[in-house]
């Protein structure tokens, strides 16, 4: 299967340093990542096209085949320019569905309202890792939070191990000494690099930080890295884009993606 979709081309590149495993069954690809199960994003179907109609059952049931001890379903769509339409089926089995924003920029300016007093550089020490984690857990407000810690947790190992073996670098936006800010930029091929989890602390939104760090990182990008284009993909309906698109990023495609989280436990 010859993936085009810029968003899950990269996806797939960095998974593949990670360790993840990727089957190719001509019509779908079978991703698994058996070190992280918890991370849907790794253990998913990856369809050649959109489901023809009724075909939706099909590939859950297929999922499970794949995945028979997952609690989470994650299913996406190749291509380029999809609409949440073409993923009906998926939503009237009660997946959510979604078409992101596959943004690029192959040159960036500050942001309009750049932020000069934080201090902006990589994550080395343990403490900033830690701090990633509580950062990651201050923005969640969706999720389990004991099953989401967990989650966290393994991201942020597989995240530090990437950045520690020269794929890449995790930054951060610092006041003082507290980290307030935070995103991945790792290269997931010649010339291309991929932006990871772009994350503003609840209490520290609409300062400029976010904005200010995507430039900062960017230049690493375009200098350590070599990229000639950076890579980010962003909910159109969430107001972050504006922030991307102010230091020069502009949409070029659309990701399709239909997902189902586990069910919550009863307490």
């Keep these: 299967m010859d993936v085009v979709s810029l968003g899950f081309r990269t996806d797939l590149a960095l998974l593949r340093l990670g360790g993840s495993e990727v089957e190719d069954h001509d019509d779908h690809l079978v ?25 939706a059952d099909r590939w859950l049931a297929r999922f499970t085949d794949a995945f028979p001890g997952a609690e ?24 959510s569905v979604e078409a992101s924003a596959v943004m690029t920029a192959d040159a960036v300016h500050e942001p309009p309202r750049p932020n000069r007093e934080a201090t902006y550089r990589r994550l080395t ?23 989401h810690r967990e989650f966290v947790l ?3 190992r597989a995240n530090r191990a990437l950045t520690e073996a020269g794929h890449g670098g995790w930054f951060g936006a610092f006041l003082g000494d507290r980290l307030v800010g935070q995103m991945g930029l790792l290269a997931a091929s010649p010339g291309l690099a991929r932006f990871q989890s772009v994350e503003t602390h609840p209490d520290a939104r609409g300062q400029g930080l976010a904005g200010t760090l995507v430039h900062h990182v960017s230049g690493y990008g375009f200098g350590e890295l070599g990229a000639r284009t950076l890579v980010m993909v962003a909910d159109p309906e969430y107001l972050a ?3 991307y698109r102010a230091v020069g990023f502009a949409a070029s495609e659309t990701q399709l993606q239909a997902e189902r989280p586990p069910t919550p436990t009863a307490s």
């Design 154 to 156: 393994g991201r942020a």
């Design 241 to 243: 884009i504006r922030v």
């Design 125 to 147: 020490s343990d403490d900033d890792w830690a701090q990633s984690v509580e950062l990651a857990m201050a923005c969640n407000d969706s999720h389990e939070p004991d099953r």
């Design 31 to 55: 991703v698994r990542s058996p070190r992280d199960p918890m991370f849907w994003w790794g253990n998913f179907l990856l369809l050649a096209r959109p489901p023809e109609p009724g075909a």
């Design 72 to 95: 989470h379903v994650a299913i996406g769509v190749d291509g380029t320019g999809g609409l949440v339409a073409d993923l009906s089926g998926f939503a009237a089995r009660g997946l």
